[in-house]
Nanobody, 125 residues
Framework: EVQLQASGGGLVQAGGSLRLSCAAS????????IGWVRQAPGKGREGVSC????????YYLDSVKGRFTMSSDSAKNMVYLQMNSLKPEDTAVYYC??????????????????WGKGTQVTVSS
């Protein structure tokens, strides 16, 4: 059974940092791509970052490039999202998800089959 557990959200001032963690079980990172999706109130979902199971490449949403870094620890089946220089527009519920993210580069943020409970990130101005 695939399970995903995200943690690490919170309230931070603009310019601050947070690190999200996701504990994955029931699959390996060779089997499924794993990534972070966010959704702000009244807005559509956005694929923030994803590590592809195919070639291990990492996708980033344009608006987070240079500020967010996604990493993985295969031995622990953990992934992380280091978020620096946070902006109020980063405020959203962040979900750890697994499946496929090959279409994220063209703005189609679907393909994930498994979802964890979200963690709230709030950035105050």
């Amino acid at each position: 059974e695939v399970q995903l557990q995200a943690s690490g959200g919170g309230l931070v001032q603009a310019g601050g940092s947070l690190r999200l963690s996701c504990a994955a079980s029931g699959f390996t990172f060779d089997d499924l791509s794993i990534g972070w999706v966010r959704q702000a109130p009244g807005k559509g979902r956005e694929g923030v970052s994803c590590i592809s199971s195919g070639d291990g490449s990492t996708y980033y949403l344009d608006s987070v490039k240079g500020r967010f870094t996604m990493s993985s620890d295969s031995a622990k089946n953990m992934v992380y999202l280091q978020m620096n220089s946070l902006k109020p527009e980063d405020t959203a519920v962040y979900y750890c998800a697994a499946g496929g993210c090959s279409t994220w580069s063209v703005g189609y943020y679907y393909g994930m089959d498994y979802w964890g409970k979200g963690t709230q990130v709030t950035v105050s101005s």
